[in-house]
């Protein structure tokens, strides 16, 4: 293989996985926003997702479609039940606490899912009937590939007319801006905290759901998944949702070319590295404008 | 030190010292070492989160390169047990030190990421340095401690040696915690600002407690790898990480007292949990998230606290009828 369609392998690959990266930092991004909690348990909504439509469709035999809403809105109601039980009943919680806290669900979300499905590593069949790779000269592009891309193309649009053209979308962006200024014109600010929960559980979940084809699943998959989102996260500025998609491409990409012309082995570190770096060399990431004291909080 | 401590801390080690005389099991002796390990680890945590309130979700990384250091000096080079502590305490200090100097600049929500981070790359470097750390499988064969000729091997002699450390360094972290650098600690945990407009250099003690801290897990670490004689990377995740703060919330975190109680509810309490097995996560997950709801101070303070609230609800109950009746 030419090095150019290696190359254009690696891309490929990186594309794939960034886009994965984007969503879940889109998910840490949503409730940030509406509450300054970091989610912690992020990662383990991606995981349920994908375990979630497996049992679905093939086990249940759900039709492919069908599965998929019904999967996102199950783990959706599972980040509503998470903020209803853990997050709401605290009355002014400290920082530690909350981050405790959503460690202690992140963990609990994973004993869950060993419980039901145990330790196996389990796969999906892909979204299109024809698997057959689309061939690039030597390349070759993976059809899940643009299911992914298209899937969260169609996820950002959604969002993008929720958040700027429905009344509770325009409510949460309120919360977000100013909680007391919020509350004062009749936002109800304690809903808008469920429903972030609730929609970013429904991003992970799709995250989760469109991934699983290409990458498998398992129960111990959401740790590693959620540091990788937030160091997307960080690497976009935290909070701003553009600044997600694009970080998330250039970790998707370092990784995937650091795993294939420098090691494989050491593939995962490379978004740890670069989170550790962007944390303590630019806290506000490429896209934050705002001085270091904000995101220091 | 106030007197309660002394006394206290007299009778801690009286059981210390009874314990393995009341209960002769070898396999509770077993797990009464580890608690004694794990505790080590725990006060340095206690120190950091409780009185600082400096969160880490990576201690396990400085546990692990306490174990692997002691281990690969003793075996591959062959050296003595009691050179690689010292090496092991040094190099996670040195190690805590560089993470450190950054990392704590950062508060809250960042410093808990990077920490995590931190611990994530160091499992992955035990578990691909497949060269020096034996990968995935690990390595065994690590001798035992021994003073002159006499060998630490026994379980009994071990057990002393490592409750002898564990309360040494516990008696040096009580008077820390009452002297003048205890009270600089508690008012960084109180307000970081104010804490620096009343002259506390707060960086500096962030980093000086993180440092120690770092260096009791390399010391534990180096304990325990001379102990159980085999290391692999599994004991090092960041599972452990979360369960060693499940110790000290559960203990109770504002309170060092808490590390010792936690770390012995969470060592000894899963060894008759054995029909779990694997689903030990779900429970820590589960007493986590009930702890910090239900007793954010801790189970022993937590419970103490109701039971006093319901004795003197009870005590007002029998005033009020007391005060009928008389009528």
Known sequence: MSFFSQLLQYVFTGVAVGAIYG??????????????????AQGEFVMLGGMVMISLTTGLKVPMILGFFISVGIVTLIGAVIERGAIH???????????????????????GAMFIWGKQTYTLPAFSSSTKPISFGEASLNPQTIWILGIMAASMIVLAIFFNFTMTGKAMRACAANKLAASLVGVNVKLMVLLSFALSAAIGAVAGIIITPVALMDYDRGTMLAIKGFATAVLGGLGSNIGAVIAGFIIGLMESLGAGFISSSYKDAIALLVLLFVLFIRPGGIMGTTGEEKFKK | MGKKNLYALAALTGFIVVLPLVIGNPYYLGIFIFWGIYSLITIGLSLLIGYTGQISLGHAAFFGIGAYTSGILSTRFGLSP??????????AAGLAFVIGAPALKLKGHYLAMATLAFGEIIYIVFNQWISLTGGPSGFGGIPAFSIGNFSLESDFSYYYFVWGIVLFVFLASINLIHSRVGRALRSIHGS??????????TSGYKLKIFVFSGALGGLAGSLYVHFVTFVSPGTFSVMFSIVLLTMVAVGGMTNIWGAITGTAILTILPEYLRAFQDYDILIYGAVLLGIMIFLPEGLVLGVFNIMRKKIILREVEEEKLKLKKSR
């Open chain 1, 23 to 40: 969503m879940v930092a889109l998910g840490f991004n949503i409730i940030y926003n509406a509450t300054g909690i970091i989610n912690l």
């Open chain 2, 82 to 91: 009691w050179i690689g502590m010292i090496a092991a305490i040094f190099l």
């Open chain 1, 89 to 111: 009943p605290l009355k002014n919680p400290s920082v530690m606490t909350l981050i405790i806290i959503t460690v202690a669900a992140s963990i609990l979300l994973k004993g």
């Open chain 2, 192 to 201: 970081e600002v104010a804490a620096r407009c009343m002259g506390v250099n």
